[in-house]
């Protein structure tokens, strides 16, 4: 990584990256520290003072605010798809539906019985429509009653959407978002490996919280960045995730605590972290 910036090794040490993950993957970020000054900063990670204020959008006068986030050139390698983002695929663990669901329930997130209660939770505006297509994203074979999520959930997949779409100029495809317990049933007929409607283990699509993000037709690079920021959020707690192969997406059950750290991105590049 260092190579890749241009740092030495005694510069690096004092850079404090915001890092989370394994260790030799990409650092996209930098935490602004006291007495840190925007050329200081633009010479260690290689880059130009205007390069860092076209990055992050900072006017020309403007002080980057200890503690706030600044993204770094690495980004471009992203973009020319010239950064190692290798990851095994997220599979499934045992009882993780278990541990999915037990989540939504501390979340205090009730299940969907039915089109009457979409509807209500609608009305309250505790769930949020989710337009079928927009410039970043796009939702396909979901019936228009049922496009509807959680708010903190349309603000992951707008994240989502936007940094994927900043990256690799093509939007993405939704493919599942709220389930009723009668279409999670029906889903059951014809797909087996689909989580039951009922029980202990029960899928979370009928919380409004879960979206299917598909993978079909990705290049290897894209599905690379999309586990290495799911896999993140995921360490952080924000998120659950797994992959599905029979029909390639990932599944994505967000937690509330997603909102609150949404809030705080600079740019939604860095919806993973650093």
Not at 18 to 41: F, K, M, N
Request: with cysteine; aromatic share 6%; proline share 7%.
């Amino acid at each position: 990584m260092n190579r890749l910036f241009g740092i030495s090794g005694a510069i690096a040490l004092a850079l404090l990256l915001v890092q989370t993950g394994h260790a030799g993957e990409p650092v996209w970020c930098y935490q602004v520290r006291r007495g840190d000054s925007l050329a200081a900063i633009a010479r260690r990670s290689g880059a130009s003072v205007q390069e860092l204020r076209g990055l992050n959008r900072l006017a020309p006068k403007a002080i980057p605010s200890v503690r706030s986030i600044l993204t770094l050139p690495s980004i471009h390698d992203l973009r020319g798809g010239r950064l190692d983002l290798s990851r095994p695929p997220m599979v499934a663990t045992p009882r993780r539906l278990r541990r999915e669901s037990a989540a939504a329930t501390r979340d205090r997130l009730s299940r969907i019985r039915d089109l009457t209660v979409v509807e209500r939770l609608r009305r309250k505006g505790l769930l949020v429509p989710v337009p079928s297509e927009t410039p970043t994203y796009y939702v396909e074979g979901v019936e228009p009653r049922l496009r509807v999520a959680r708010p903190w959930t349309r603000r992951f997949i707008e994240q989502l959407a936007q940094a994927f779409h900043d990256l690799f100029a093509r939007p993405l495809r939704i493919t599942s978002l709220t389930r009723t317990v009668l279409t999670q049933r029906r889903l059951r007929r014809t797909n087996p490996s689909a989580a039951p409607a009922d029980g202990p283990v029960r899928s979370t699509h009928l919380t409004g919280a879960a979206v299917d993000v598909s993978k079909r037709g990705l290049p290897e690079d894209e599905v690379a960045w999309l586990r290495t920021v799911l896999a993140r959020l995921r360490e952080r707690r924000l998120i659950h995730a797994v992959e599905e192969f029979r029909e390639p997406h990932f599944h994505v059950m967000v937690r509330r605590a997603y909102d609150e750290y949404a809030r705080a991105l600079r740019s939604p590049i860095l919806a993973g972290g650093c």
